[in-house]
C-alpha cells in the first residue's frame, strides 16, 4: 500500500510539472500583421458631375427661295455634304425665260438712251442758232434723262432674274450631316415655305446641361478676383464621358453661360464646345460633363479601403510611434483619381491601416508592412 500510494503521487506530481511547463510556453499572441500607409498629397482640382446634351452649333431646315417643280435631287441620304453642294434642282426654264425678257428690255433700253442722247445733243447744238425752241430743249432733256432711268431699272430686273435662275439651284449653306429628303422629284416647291430637308452641323459641337443655383453661385465666386468682377464663369476645360464607358472622354471647354436663372427649375443653362473629329458625337447624345467645382488646392487623398464605419461616423485607424492603434474620425470628399479626398481629419502625415482592418481595433499594436501608394490608384 504504501508503495502504491507513493506512486500515484509521484504520477501527480510529475503531471502538475508538465502542465505549469505548458503554461510558459504559451505567451500572449503575437501582433496582427497589417498594410500601411501615408496619404497621398498633391494638388487636386474638385470636379463637379452634370448630365447634359449635345446640340449642333447650326442646324437649318433646307428650303427653296423661289416656286417650281423639284427636278433633280443630288445628295446621298444621311450623308456628310459640304458648304456649296448642290442638293435639289428646282426647273428653271421658266426663270431662263425670264431672264431673257430681262435682257431683251435692257437692250431696249440702251437703244432708247443712245437716241435720246444723240436728240439732246442735236438740239443744244440748235437752240444757241434759235433754230428750235427752248421748251423743245428742255423735251428732249427730259426724254435722255427718262431713258437713263429705264437703263437703271432694266438693269435691276436682269439682276431679279438672274438672282431667281441662281436660286433655282439650292446649296448647302455650311457642312454637316443631312437628313432625309423632305420632298420627292416631281412636286411643287413654294418659296419660303417647303422644307425639302435638314442639315446639322458636327464639328465642333455644342453640349448643353443645367446646373442649380447654389451650385452655379459657388462656381462663380470661385472665379472672381481683382482682375474679374464680371461674376460670370470663364471659360475651362472640361470633360465629357459617354453611356458607352468603354470610349475614351472628351475634352473641350466652357463657352457660354446664360444670362438668367430659369424661375421653373431654378437652374441655369451652362454650354461647352467640344472637337468633334471623328463626327462620333451626334446631337442629341446624353453625356455626362465634368466641370471644375473648386480652385486648385493641397488634397489628402486615401483608399476606400482604409476607411471604417463607426455607426454615423466615418474613421480611419492611426498609428503611433509604438505601432499601436487610435480611431481617427474623418470627412471625406469626392473621388479623386481612385482615392477618396480627406476634407478634414488627417494632416497627410499620418500612417494609417489600408488593409487588415478587420484585425485593428483602437489600442491595439499592430505589426505594419509599410507601402508606398501611388499618386493615381490603379
Known sequence: MRLVS????????????????QGQAGGPPPPPKVTAAMPVVKDIMEMD??????????SVDVRARVSGYLDNIHFEEGT????????????????????DGANAN????????????????RAQSLVGRGDISRSTLDQRHQNFTTAQARIEGAKADVRRAELDLEFTEIRAPFTGRISIKQVSVGNLVKADDTVLTNIVSLDPIHFYFDVDERSYLAYARNQLDENSASGRITPSDVSVILSDKT???????????????????????????FPNHDLLLQPG?????SIPGSPLYKGILIPDEAIASDQDR??????DDANVVSAQVIRPGPRIDGYRVVRT???????????????????????PAMVDLPPIKP
Open 345 to 367: 481629419g488627417l494632416t497627410g502625415m499620418e500612417r494609417i491601416v489600408v488593409d487588415g482592418l478587420t484585425r485593428v481595433r483602437p489600442g491595439v499594436k499592430v505589426d
Open 80 to 99: 456628310v455634304v459640304k458648304a456649296g453642294d448642290l442638293l435639289f434642282t428646282i426647273d428653271p426654264r421658266p426663270y431662263q425665260a425670264i431672264l
Open 285 to 289: 447624345i446624353f453625356g455626362k460633363i
Open 49 to 58: 458631375d452634370f448630365t447634359g446634351r449635345f446640340e449642333a452649333v447650326d
Open 314 to 319: 466615418r474613421i480611419v485607424y492611426v498609428l
Open 106 to 121: 435692257l437692250n431696249i433700253a440702251k437703244t432708247e438712251f443712245n437716241f435720246a442722247s444723240k436728240e439732246l445733243e
Open 247 to 273: 470610349l475614351k472622354a472628351r475634352t473641350g471647354r466652357l463657352d457660354f453661360v446664360d444670362n438668367r436663372i430659369d424661375q421653373a427649375s431654378g437652374t441655369m443653362r451652362i454650354r461647352a464646345v
Open 6 to 21: 507513493a506512486i500515484v503521487a509521484a504520477i501527480a506530481l510529475s503531471g502538475c510539472g508538465d502542465n505549469g511547463d
